[in-house]
């Protein structure tokens, strides 16, 4: 790579403020704080090593960044193998996958999140451009639909998303996560991509049998129309509906009384909205609304009951219905959604594991954005999309917990099943060899029996004379001479689970 | 999500400095510049789209940062076809994957990286620890071992590594991009484990057909030795090694001129270091510099020689010496290597798409890092580790080159040809459907047409009926009754390659 020369270097690195960097970072360093470059840097790495090893330039901390993670091996395997469940069910789905940036100009993120803006990761300014992590994959997305003039598009993106939360680790909240995201842009027949997405939930989290569910549905336009009608002031909307949105912890006394006494709303209010948002049920309730004196009067309400009346039907058509909860407390957090809205919740507690499953709440959410793609737009042309976000990472905790008991044990020998011990095979494509010159036979298949590799396949003299490998199973200690041709084949059939 | 209050917000986000984030950024809404949140964030979403639309908060700079870019669904389908490839090799090789986050406390990684340090980019403040984006794979990997207490593993790691380089996108070179790294960490028998990196180098580059290659391998016990028996002082050692580095580029009077006049090394130096470092060859020249009556002197030449020596025979015992140069002139940029480096670069130039390719240079490297994990471990033990990245980014962009001139559209055509048309089935798993609630017949096959798509399954009231679906070659105009049961693997069998 061309390098860019020291003095280029120093120019680039000119203090923008106190502190902008590693020369404070260094301060530990003393005198040697404000010269460039820091002094460790200066000699050869056997003489920091060697200083080391002597206890002087040794890394101090020893961890990873709070609310992030390693994984290892075996929670890779696992990982991969819940977020190739996740992308073959979009595929199916005939989205193609895009990648953008995990770099975001500031400004792209900025107003799009409301409260949550603060939770955005900002890169230092190096003389350059404003930058932050990427806090979804869903502006983004809109980002990248206004800068390709992309009207018609279903995509899905798997990767990680960045927030500067609080972290629950044991629960799957982590401050870098993995987001599996599937939308539908473009202008269509009402309800029917809206639709699609609650089928993709639905038939991701069957197929993972993580236990039984409910995906709960609302429409921001009939919250809003709620609040309308129960004479709710607009410029209150948005306090209300994080408010009600904890519906779903806390009871509704409190929530009451966090809207009477935080946000500021009349007693009166707060109990006619009281009446509305602790109803939930299927159409019958989307029938009795659209009946509603009040509601049926407010424009918004009614076109969201319309489209959620036709929502289900699609539903019935899916056969998923029983799974669908029209739920009027049901608020998301994000400031961008302007339809549909929709969450799944795992429901059953057969065991404490899955007990602790519950507790790490919604597996998965989305809704309707209309309007975030305009405000990339340089003529702010609307795009409409809807889409839905799987939450891969609590339900990676919940397979975690799980195997603490063996329960998904199986899932885990797979990843970790398939390996193979090649003896004296330097020239094949070897799973895993030794690193000996000529390491005795008996020691190497000690070595499978402690390390857990099922298979050893020996090639001696005789075997390579005879073009045969002979394969040996570690457990049983049954051995049986294979054709090479016929090998790959007949470890494949033994490794299958 | 728990979520912070505003006024811990606020309290978090004091400036740190002049001009510390959004506050600033937002700079640009005049008096609101120092209020919380920002004024676009005061209110609903709704209000800023309108606002959008009409051309107030409308976002500014559409694009991406600097030296990154957004994958379209064909590039992005190309990319996971490569690293697919790539991955398949390493597990060949018995890696497990491991993943490390992409944030490290900076701590990590300043003092690894020599003069690229200041090429990290660095995240603000934002009342937490001191944050860095990761640079490679190497050192997080290191860490991960010194705090795992890990002192033998065989891993791959695929990922993104961020760079404030200058970027030249249309040679492959981002300041975000791919990393595909196969490490082996642990005492072994000397130059087994780095035989296997040069092994996994000739397979990959061998199966992705990117044209004839070199892989050129050098030791820096072998370069420091040069230098010294030419009357180098070892300060100069690694000022010396990034100019002989360069010889590949231009020539060696220009490297010479550059050692005596900017490295102020002087010129009986540089002229008996040009004697060795513009050689290469085979086990031949190893032997002949084993007898050289200087370099046979130094103990750390003496080493590598020999060390290289006992490489070559490994590498003829794999079959591959014939696609590999001991290149004195190779010496690599970063300091953590302590042995066998090795750079691999493509050698053809068939047309003047191939030749672009040369330009990218090389496609991957690697070498021996035997004090890294020592500088992260408390006691500052040792574990011995070589490793290789594949230069995925630069074989990526050779691979889009050719795919103008429709030389690799197969591989593409591979990726986008699994497409098919569900025709009123709502509830099969459709591959992609009309967003229509009854959509014609006719319309809906010239939508096939129209974007592509090979195959359209009809399923109407008499194929309900028989329980079969009518699959229709869209180019052919062909359609015929296929049962149920039957349908997935026809239409797998259709879309084959």
């Not at 300014?125 to 994959?137: K, M, N, P, S, V």
């Not at 972290?167 to 987001?179: I, L, M, N, S, V």
């Not at 009067?297 to 998923?320: C, P, R, S, V």
Request: aromatic share 6%.
């Amino acid at each position: 790579m061309l390098r860019l020369g020291p003095i280029a270097a120093a120019a680039r690195r000119l203090p923008a403020g106190p502190c902008p960097g590693p020369l404070c970072l260094a301060g530990s360093r003393g005198s040697f704080a404000r010269s460039w470059p820091p002094a460790g840097d200066r000699r050869p790495l056997f003489r920091q090593v060697r200083a080391a090893a002597a206890g002087g330039e040794r890394v101090r901390v020893l961890k990873t960044p709070k609310g992030t993670r390693d994984h290892p091996p075996a929670q890779t395997a696992l990982r991969d193998r819940l977020l190739s469940a996740v992308v073959s069910c979009f595929k199916r789905h005939g989205a193609a996958a895009i990648d953008t940036p995990v770099l975001e100009l500031r400004e792209t993120l900025m107003g799009k999140y409301g409260e949550d803006t603060k939770l955005i990761y900002e890169l230092q300014d190096q003389g350059g451009e404003l930058l932050a992590l990427r806090y979804d994959l869903t502006v983004p997305f809109a980002r990248y639909l206004a800068m390709n003039k992309v009207t018609n598009m279903k995509r899905y993106h798997v990767a990680k998303v960045y927030r500067r939360d609080n972290p629950a680790t044991t629960r799957g909240r982590y401050r870098e996560f993995y987001q599996c995201d599937f939308d539908i842009a473009g202008q269509f027949d009402p309800m029917i991509p809206d639709a699609e997405c609650l089928k993709i939930v639905h038939e991701i989290l069957s197929d993972l049998q993580l236990g039984d569910f409910i995906i709960k549905v609302n429409d921001r336009r009939i919250l809003n129309g709620v609040f309308a009608v129960c004479g709710v002031p607009e410029s209150k909307f948005i306090p209300a509906c994080s408010t009600v949105d904890k519906l779903d912890k806390v009871p509704w006394e409190e929530v009451r009384s966090e809207m009477v006494g935080e946000k500021g709303l009349s007693p009166e209010a707060a109990d006619r909205i009281g009446e509305y948002v602790q109803l939930h049920g299927g159409l019958d309730l989307i029938e009795r609304l659209l009946q509603d004196p009040k509601l049926s009067q407010n424009k918004l309400a009614k076109e969201g009951l319309g489209d959620m009346k036709l929502l289900f039907e699609y539903l019935t058509l899916f056969g998923i219905t029983e799974k669908i909860s029209f739920d009027l407390s049901l608020a998301r957090g994000l400031d961008y959604y302007t339809g549909v809205i929709f969450e799944a919740v795992l429901l059953h507690q057969e065991n404490e594991h899955v007990e602790e499953a519950v507790s790490v709440g919604s597996v998965a959410g989305g809704g309707r954005y209309d309007g975030l793609v305009g405000m990339f737009d340089p003529k702010g042309r609307k795009v409409p999309c809807v889409g839905v976000s799987i939450g891969i990472e609590r339900i990676f905790s919940i397979l975690e917990q799980r195997l603490e008991v063996g329960d998904a044990g199986s899932a885990l020998g797979k990843a970790l099943g398939s390996k193979i011990l090649f003896i004296r095979s330097l020239q094949l494509h070897s799973a895993e060899m030794l690193y000996k010159k000529d390491p005795k036979l008996l020691k190497q298949l000690q070595y499978c029996e402690d390390t857990g590799i099922p298979l050893a396949a020996i090639v001696g003299e005789q075997e390579l004379a005879d073009r045969v490998v002979k394969l040996r199973d570690v457990a049983t200690r049954e051995q049986v001479d294979i054709p090479r041709e016929k090998l790959i084949d007949e470890i494949r059939r033994r490794l299958e689970p």
